[in-house]
């Protein structure tokens, strides 16, 4: 087990090495190592049930890995409890929706803010003391097209928005890095437009790595393609690179004439 | 001779028994559902009624009376799986409890209306009745038949899980739902077959238990915290955790009261306690 | 929740934060509901014990909603801490003195540390293992308390308790009227730090917990901290009532710490509605007068319909009362 080293400035975001997790004989990951410089837009694809979700629950911390370590900015984060990375800058969203139903969508992300900013167990004050957490949730709701629901319980906004939800609950931790899992799972093609227009506004410090089957998504944001089948990296490059990879085609078409 | 350790074990050995058959249901259908049905020994009850019923105001033999308060345990059991329960398999975990808790103390009142709150004593044939000594052992017959009940009724139950088609689903069942299914496993019915099966054994033992602690309308209460000890300890969904917590709060509790009396149930709920935050899940749980 | 749900358009609120204010003012029925609980001095004048008995019963179903109505931890054993704080109260006001201010700071401070202990284990389990936890916990204090004979008075109860005059002035006498007004004003006293923990940051997180359990941690939130914190403060709210009833009614039984009145206050709450700051309120106002105009039957009649009332809760009115009364209204407002 590593100490938690001094941060040095270094230009990986986010690795890891010899990930590695089985259920009984059924291997979910192997042997994955993974580089996200600082800024990249990185895409995970690979065919159905070829771990990709449990790779970012790997390192996210709600799964615990058998072998290989994580490193955030450089700190080994093996050890740290999910709540301790994201407090490091390590935020997901979830391929299904995993939202706050009975808050509103502006109670939601005002948690989110007051966790990172350590306020959350002020029981002795009311929420709207806090101005200037309030604002700041407010502005990241305005800033993903949700600031007019705003105060709309959760459960009554409509799946598109409640995507959008999903990611501005993310932001709202400051991460420096961002897993999204399929942002774009389930929601119609004419509500996805604002679903990709934030991830393209995104900030450039921040490292992007996501899930996405749609490979018009993946041609237009992604900088770098990691494809990911049966629990191990079976090819990575440039989008063109992986285009033209006759492994990957066969790999992804002929699942996805099974699937 | 055999030391009076080795009868104390005994005796905490057939009571054992006897918390098993009470126990395996629920812990089954709680590993298998994750459905947390507390009116468990109001089944337990209603077979023990039934064989009162039975021998006092039909003169049925004992033994005749043990497979019918099985049946109507059982079949109580599914009509109340049908009409209720089936609707709060997704609720969430305090639904459940006083869904199952109401009724629970609906069957006690009913059980109380019709049979008063005195205890039923029931008269078991002669031969039943006695003891015999072994080397040096009092050993009392009825609690030798609770034992071989136990036994054949384990080996009856392990192998329908290990042997049958049916067993089979229900391992797969409990292992993995959503897997069971996309396997073409009807998971319903495996659950409301067990359930029957869970809740008739319930029945059964609730009948076998009034000649050795009675039977009153607390009995759903009385033997539900027992229950519930062995399900968690135990681990649920498992068959031989329920055997090995049965016999281990059987045998804690004999031997509680017959050397250390004052500490009273005292050290049975520490068992738990302790247990459970040493292992969450139970002894041979999964979780 | 808030005390009203949010409404479906969007209100012309002058800004965010005055929104989230505006959701914790006080609601004129609010005030209404306070106001009538001083009716009993004069519309009910021989029924003033029950009517404390109502206000600690409510208090402690308070205590309770915060952890299971709010956070989401289901607990069948919380009468330990009614039972720690009675008795606390109870032989202190048998060996240092009669005062009682001091006796209901003492006996919370009491509950809330035997609270914290326990937090560190309940905070750990969920689901089933937590329920069967908490229950065996509340036993096996019960039977702690059954065996310390010396320390409880055992079945026969703690004996010998004397109190003084409530500030010098009012005396507990057999009419009540100090009883009420003592645990009216303290019931008060602790709702208004109840109503303002619920609307502050720890209660939207609360509230986080009980919504999402999974997200939490994604959002960077210790909520084992948070649940061991509100589990503290709950088991001093619930030792605070605790100690009342030892003080007004001079008496402490093993009773108080029984699987019975862990059942009864679960019952209550329900009854009115868990997560609505009011619904232990209600439910213990409903679920005591029912109990005295029905002293008359046979406790197994009495179950049998709370065995009843159960199902129907769970079936039909799944958020208790006050759930039902808020569905209609809303109903009724969207005509």
Redesign the interface.
């Known amino acids: 087990m590593s100490a938690v080293v001094t941060p040095v400035k270094t230009s990986i975001a986010l690795q890891t090495r010899g990930l590695s997790k089985s259920f009984g004989s059924l291997t979910v990951a192997n042997d994955i190592a993974l580089n996200l410089p600082v800024g990249a837009r990185y895409a995970l694809i690979g065919p159905n049930g070829a771990g990709k979700t449990t790779l970012i629950n790997l390192m ?3 799964l615990a890995p058998d072998k290989g370590q994580i490193f955030l900015g450089g700190d080994d984060v093996t050890a740290l ?3 301790a990375r ?2 490091r800058g390590l ?2 969203t ?1 391929q299904i929706n ?7 969508a ?3 992300v ?3 803010v ?3 900013r350590g ?10 003391v ?2 200037e ?3 700041e ?2 502005e990241i709701l305005v800033k993903l097209k949700l600031g ?6 959760t459960r ?1 906004l409509p799946y598109g928005r409640q995507r959008l939800l999903e990611i501005a ?2 932001l ?2 400051k991460p420096k890095v961002l897993l999204l899992d399929e942002p774009a799972a389930g929601v119609p093609q004419d509500e996805s437009g604002d679903i990709f227009e934030v991830v393209a506004s995104l900030s450039d410090d921040l490292t992007l790595l996501f899930i996405e089957h749609d490979m018009h998504v993946v041609f237009r944001f992604a900088t770098h393609i990691i494809v990911l089948v049966s629990g191990a990296v079976f090819a990575e490059g440039s989008p063109s690179e992986i285009a033209a990879d006759q492994g990957v085609r066969e790999v992804y078409l002929g699942a996805r004439k099974h699937g | 001779m055999l030391p009076p350790v080795i009868g104390v074990l005994f005796d905490g050995i057939a009571y054992g028994m006897l918390l098993f058959l009470l126990s395996v249901g629920l812990s089954v259908t ?1 590993g298998l559902m ?1 459905f ?1 049905n507390l009116a468990h020994c109001a089944f337990a009850m209603i077979g023990g009624y039934v064989t009162v019923v039975l021998m006092k105001d039909f003169g049925w033999n004992f033994f005749a009376t043990l497979p019918v308060a099985f049946f109507a345990a059982a079949l109580t059991s599914i009509i109340i799986e049908r009409i ?1 329960y089936r ?2 398999y997704g ?1 969430s ?3 459940q ?3 199952t ?10 059980a ?2 019709f049979f008063g ?1 005195t205890q039923q004593p029931i008269e078991m044939p002669s031969y039943m009745r006695g003891s015999f000594v072994v080397m040096g052992l009092n050993i009392a017959v009825y609690r030798l038949f609770l034992v071989a009940v136990g036994i054949v009724v384990t080996i009856l139950l392990i192998m329908t899980v290990e042997h049958t088609r049916f067993g089979a689903q229900v391992r797969a069942a409990v292992d993995n739902q959503r897997m069971a299914r996309g396997l073409g496993i009807d998971v319903d019915r495996t659950f409301a077959i067990t359930f029957a099966l869970g809740s008739g054994l319930a029945g059964l033992g609730g009948a076998l238990a009034i000649e050795i602690v009675g039977l009153d ?1 607390q009995f759903a209460f009385t033997y539900l ?1 027992y229950v ?2 062995i399900v ?1 300890v135990g681990g ?1 969904g498992s068959i031989g955790g329920s055997f090995a917590a049965a016999c281990l709060i059987g045998i804690s509790d004999i031997a509680g009261k017959y050397y250390v009396p ?5 050290l049975i ?2 068992v ?2 302790a247990v ?2 040493w292992r ?2 139970g002894l041979f749980g999964r979780r | ?1 808030a005390l009203q ?4 358009t ?2 012309q ?1 002058s800004s ?6 505006g959701l ?1 003012r006080w609601r004129t029925i609010e005030i209404i509901f306070w106001l009538a609980t001083l009716l009993p001095f004069w519309l009910f004048p021989n029924y003033l014990s029950l009517a404390s008995q109502i206000a600690v019963a409510a208090l402690f179903a308070l205590s309770l909603d915060l952890i ?1 109505g709010y956070a989401g931890v ?1 607990s ?1 054993g919380h009468a330990a801490f009614f039972g720690v704080g009675a008795y606390t109260a109870g032989l202190f006001a048998k060996f240092v003195w009669g005062e009682v201010f001091t006796g209901l700071i003492v006996a919370t401070i009491m509950a809330a540390l035997v609270g914290y202990a326990a937090s560190f ?1 309940v905070a ?2 969920r ?3 937590l ?3 908490t ?3 509340g ?2 204090l019960h ?2 308390a ?2 310390a004979g010396w320390l409880t008075g055992g079945s026969d109860g703690l004996q010998g308790i004397e109190v003084w005059k409530v500030a010098g002035l009012f005396k507990f006498d057999l009419y009540g009227t100090t009883a009420y007004g003592y645990s009216l004003a303290v019931l008060f006293v602790v709702f208004l730090f109840t109503r ?2 619920i ?7 609360l ?2 917990i ?3 359990f ?9 909520s084992r ?2 649940i061991r ?1 509100v589990y503290t ?1 709950s088991a001093a709210m619930a030792g605070i009532a605790g100690a009342v009833i030892a003080q007004t009614t001079e008496t402490v039984s093993l009773e108080a710490l029984s699987f019975e009145r862990s ?1 009864d206050v ?1 019952v209550m709450l ?1 009854l009115g509605g868990a997560g609505r700051l009011y619904g232990g309120l209600v439910g213990a106002a409903i679920f005591l007068v029912a109990r005295d105009q029905f002293s008359g039957i ?1 406790p ?2 009495w ?2 319909w ?6 129907v ?3 039909l009115l ?1 958020n208790g009362i006050l759930g039902g009364l808020s569905k209609i209204t809303a109903r009724w407002s969207r005509k």
Request: neutral net charge; hydrophobic residues 55%; contains cysteine.
């Open positions: 996210t911390g709600m409890t999910p709540q994201v407090k935020a997901r979830f995993t939202l706050f139903a009975g808050l509103n502006l109670e939601a005002t948690l989110a007051a966790e990172r306020i959350a167990d002020r029981f002795w004050q009311n929420i709207a806090n101005k957490a309030i604002e949730a407010y007019d629901a705003c105060y709309q319980q009554e609950l993310a709202a931790t | 709680l994750n947390v209720l609707r709060l609720a975990d305090l639904d409890v006083l869904l808790i109401g009724l629970a103390f609906i069957s006690v009142s009913v109380a209306w709150t309308p915290v519930l000890i968690s649920l004052q500490l009273g149930a005292f709920y520490l738990m306690v459970l935050m969450p899940a | 929740m749900d949010a409404p479906m969007t209100p609120a965010p934060q005055a929104y989230l204010q914790s299971l289901v069948l284990i750990r389990f689901h089933l293992t329920i069967m936890i229950l065996g916990m036993l096996l039977e702690a059954n065996s303002r923990l609307n502050s940051p720890f209660g939207l997180a509230r986080g009980r919504e999402n999974v997200r939490m941690p994604a959002i960077g939130a210790d901290a948070h914190k403060i059942a679960l329900v046979a197994q009649f179950y049998f709370i065995g009843v009332l159960l199902v809760v769970v079936m799944p």
